[in-house]
């Protein structure tokens, strides 16, 4: 280690510990989101953000950070004032390598403003419609029970890596045509280039996932080019037919696009999955109300979206002057949006720190509102509500297992590095068929 290296280590927690002192003595309030505490529940300091200071500013990451749901709600929808080029946290940590990388990601619909993004996102919505999603229903289905079948019999295991992680990856695996043999390899780049939404990156870090992109463009390309060869019934083959008004996706376009499918169509569904069940485990009552009324799922769904979000903040730019609630925001301004926080906002949920699968006021903006809305949103519903009807189908019993849950250190997406739960096999149901007097009655 060079001496500026040691340096440089030895100052910034000081200089960190110098700012967040500011920021509470000029607030009353902290946003630290690096913090083991915040990581573990973010939701109190949410709660002491909308109550003290709705619009904080950052002196760590210089991003105004908004985190009421009207709010939140209102910068989602304006696009014409505020823009989504710009990282969900700030970017004050975004130098050399990371301004690079963000470079060679750009640009996909998760970066572009309209024209760009509506011709792009008109384009690919074609290959993603209701009835392209509703016909991976029954496929899902029987791939959600052959992954527990392979822990079929044991006591005790990690639902993360059996099946809350693997679904959402078999799933995009096979919609883009990955070959079975390559989904191993798939998975591990999936992984490491998820990364590249977190704002808190180490320079090595950073390295790894512009090297994984690579890799994942030059892998996308042979994909694409053996399915303009031989087209399949499957979302690439799709991608390349779409057409609006004589346009389609460049080469370039449709590989970046295939890279944020990957992204979004893993984290959040595998996020959605292990967060939600952790919340259901800490809520017996609630476990055993889906399992006797299981027409509940959809809405139980949409309350585990809302209770524990899989993505936890968005962002945009200030491209005008603007004011809101009295704040007056300037151009250039980075804005933190906290999804997690809104989604606990009392103005807009009754009890919002109590889970309730039956909550008629359920809805949130854990997919995002207007024309970022997540394009992928019903395919990840669809993965979360099979997810949990397997699991309840084939266990009578889950209970939380040995080791305690632990979040992965991220900000941006919120989810489990594992999650052990202890599980009893469900009973086999007999069904008798009535007899002729029965049948009468």
Request: glycine share 6%.
């Amino acid at each position: 280690m060079s001496l500026a290296t040691a340096l440089r280590s030895a100052i910034a927690p000081l200089y960190i510990k110098a700012r967040l002192a500011q920021e509470r003595y000029q607030s009353g309030v902290v946003w630290y989101p690096l913090d083991p505490k915040f990581i573990a529940n973010p939701y109190p300091t949410y709660k002491e953000l909308r109550e003290r200071d709705p619009f904080h500013p950052s002196p760590l990451t210089g991003a105004m950070v908004i985190s009421k749901y009207d709010d939140v709600d209102a910068v989602l929808r304006n696009y014409k004032v505020f823009s989504n080029r710009r990282g969900p946290v700030g970017t004050r940590n975004r130098r050399g390598i990371g301004e690079q990388i963000e470079n060679e990601l750009q640009p996909s619909m998760l970066s572009l403003d309209p024209p760009d993004h509506t011709r792009l996102r008109g384009l690919v919505s074609r290959a993603f419609t209701p009835r392209q999603v509703a016909k991976m229903e029954d496929h899902i289905r029987e791939t959600a029970h052959a992954l527990l079948d392979e822990v079929d019999g044991q006591d005790e295991f990690d639902l993360m890596a059996n099946l809350a992680a693997l679904l959402p990856t078999v799933v995009i695996a096979e919609m883009i045509g990955v070959p079975t043999e390559d989904r191993q390899q798939f998975k591990e780049w999936s992984d490491k280039f998820a990364r590249v939404l977190e704002p808190n990156l180490t320079t090595d870090e950073l390295s790894v996932v512009f090297e994984t992109g690579q890799l994942f463009d030059d892998y996308f390309r042979g994909i694409v080019s053996e399915h303009r060869e031989h087209p399949q019934d499957d979302l690439v083959s799709r991608l390349i037919e779409a057409e609006e008004e004589g346009d389609k996706l460049t080469e370039d376009e449709m590989i970046v696009t295939l890279r944020l499918l990957l992204v979004a169509g893993n984290e959040t569904t595998t996020n959605l999955i292990g967060n939600g069940l952790k919340a259901l485990l800490e809520h017996p009552e609630q476990l055993e109300l889906l399992r006797r009324q299981p027409e509940l799922i959809d809405n139980a769904i949409e309350e585990l979206l809302r209770y524990d979000s899989p993505v936890q903040v968005d962002g945009r730019t200030t491209l005008d002057e603007f004011e809101m609630d009295r704040h007056r925001l300037k151009p250039g301004r980075a804005i933190s949006l906290l999804i997690g926080g809104a989604n606990r906002d009392p103005e807009e949920f009754s009890d919002p720190e109590m889970l309730d699968i039956t909550r008629e006021d359920a809805g949130n903006i854990s997919f995002g509102r207007g024309i970022h809305h997540c394009l992928g949103a019903p395919l990840a519903r669809l993965e979360g509500k099979i997810a949990f009807e397997a699991l309840l189908e084939r266990f009578g019993d889950i209970q939380l297992g040995t080791r305690t849950p632990e979040y992965k250190p991220n900000i941006v997406l919120r989810g489990l590095r594992h999650l052990d739960i202890r599980v009893e096999r469900a009973a086999a149901r007999t069904i008798e068929t009535p007899t002729a007097e029965a049948a009468a009655d």
